[in-house]
Nanobody
């Protein structure tokens, strides 16, 4: 089993920045792709960003491309989401996810591919 714990959420003004962290514990050697998803109140969960185990491959939702950056430190079993130029529409609970399938270079935009999920961290962007 793998446990994921997010941190770094909070309240920020529009145009500001936050960095989310997700620490993995347990059978971390089994993790390949990792991703960030978010769910705003009354809406479905949506993809934000993904990164391969190698870190060489990343993918982003169009709504965050150019503003958010995903990275990972495998030695620390941690994945990060740097969020810049935040907008009120970025307000949501952000979830970290890990995929045990695939390969060293795999990543995924689909929530169905992820096996483990964190409990989420709230990000609120005020206008």
């Amino acid at each position: 089993q793998v446990q994921l714990g997010e941190s770094g959420g909070g309240l920020v003004q529009a145009g500001g920045s936050l960095r989310l962290s997700c620490a993995a514990s347990g059978r971390t050697f089994s993790i390949n792709a990792m991703g960030w998803f978010r769910q705003a109140a009354g809406k479905e969960r949506e993809f934000v960003a993904t990164i391969s185990r190698s870190g060489a491959r990343t993918g982003y939702a169009d709504s965050v491309k150019g503003r958010f950056t995903i990275s990972r430190d495998n030695a620390m079993n941690t994945v990060y989401l740097q969020m810049n130029s935040l907008k009120p529409e970025d307000t949501a609970v952000y979830y970290c996810a890990a995929d045990r399938a695939g390969s060293y270079s795999s990543y995924s935009y689909s929530s169905y591919d992820y096996d483990y999920w964190g409990q989420g961290t709230q990000v609120t962007v005020s206008s």
